[in-house]
C-alpha cells in the first residue's frame, strides 16, 4: 500500500517570502501521479498542483511550483511571494496510474503567513 | 472542473440518530469517492462509489454504518447511521475529471451531541 508523509505540521512563511513545504511517499508502483490539496478555513479542497510521475519537468502554477524527486520518493511544494490568502492546510496526495483510483492523502502542513 | 454541491453544509445531531448526506455534480462521472475528516485530521476514504454497483469500502468502514447510494451519474449520497460522538467529522465528495484530477464538494460538518 502506498503512503504519504508530511514531516512538518506546521509551517510560517512572512508575506512576500517563500516557503516549501516537504512530501515525501512510498509505492512499489512506477507510473503515479501527485499532487498538493489547500484546505484554507472555509474547509473546500482547492487543487493547488499537479505532477505525472512519468514527467521529468517539475511543474510549475503560477507562485507555485514542486520539487520532483522520483528516486528519492519526495514531492516538495514551493510557495513564492507568499500571500495572506496562501494561509491555509496543504495536503500532499498519491494517486496510482489507473483509472478511478482514490487518493492518499498526508496529514498536512498547516502554514501561516505573517503580515 | 466539475462544480460539486453538498448538503447539507452542516448539521448538528443527537447520538443514536441518522444523517443523509448528498452529493450532486454537474456533470456525469464514472466514480465518486467520500471521505471523512475527524477533526485536525488527514482525509481518510470511506468507500468508492460506482453507479449500478454496490460501493466497495475501506478497512474500517462498512456498509451497516455507511450506507451509500448511487443511483445515476451524477449524485450519490452517503448515510451516516446510529450516529456517537465520534462521527463528529467533516464529510467530503469527490470525482475524477479526465485524465486524473480529483475534485472535491465543500464538505458537510457533522457534530454529533
Known amino acids: 500500500a502506498q503512503t504519504v508523509t508530511q514531516s512538518q505540521p506546521e509551517m510560517s512563511v512572512q508575506e512576500a517570502e517563500t516557503v516549501t513545504l516537504s512530501c515525501t511517499y512510498d509505492?512499489?508502483?512506477?507510473?503515479?501521479?501527485l499532487f498538493w490539496y489547500k484546505q484554507p478555513p472555509s474547509r473546500q479542497m482547492i487543487l493547488v498542483i499537479r505532477?505525472?510521475?512519468?514527467?521529468?519537468q517539475n511543474a510549475t502554477e503560477n507562485r507555485f511550483s514542486v520539487n520532483f524527486q522520483k528516486a528519492a520518493k519526495s514531492f516538495s511544494l514551493k510557495i513564492s511571494d507568499s500571500q495572506l490568502g496562501d494561509a491555509a492546510m496543504y495536503f500532499c496526495?498519491?494517486?496510482?496510474?489507473?483509472?478511478?483510483?482514490?487518493?492518499?492523502f498526508g496529514k498536512g502542513t498547516r502554514l501561516s503567513v505573517i503580515a | 472542473s466539475a462544480v460539486i454541491s453538498q448538503k447539507p453544509s452542516r448539521d448538528i445531531c443527537q447520538r443514536g440518530t441518522s444523517l443523509t448526506i448528498q452529493c450532486q455534480v454537474d456533470?456525469?462521472?464514472?466514480?465518486m469517492f467520500w471521505y471523512r475528516q475527524q477533526p485536525g485530521q488527514s482525509l481518510t476514504l470511506i468507500a468508492t462509489a460506482n453507479q449500478g454497483s454496490e460501493a466497495t469500502y475501506e478497512s474500517g468502514f462498512v456498509i451497516d454504518k455507511f450506507p451509500i447510494s448511487r443511483p445515476n451519474l451524477t449524485f450519490s449520497t452517503l448515510t451516516v447511521s446510529n450516529m456517537s460522538p465520534e462521527d463528529s467529522s467533516i464529510y467530503l465528495c469527490?470525482?475524477?475529471?479526465?485524465?486524473?484530477?480529483?475534485?472535491f464538494g465543500p464538505g458537510t460538518r457533522l457534530t454529533v451531541t
Open positions: 456533470s456525469q462521472v464514472t466514480m
Open positions: 509505492t512499489s508502483e512506477s507510473d503515479y501521479y
Open positions: 505532477q505525472e510521475a512519468y514527467k521529468q
Open positions: 496526495a498519491y494517486r496510482s496510474y489507473a483509472g478511478n483510483t482514490p487518493l492518499v
Open positions: 469527490s470525482v475524477e475529471e479526465g485524465p486524473y484530477e480529483q475534485y
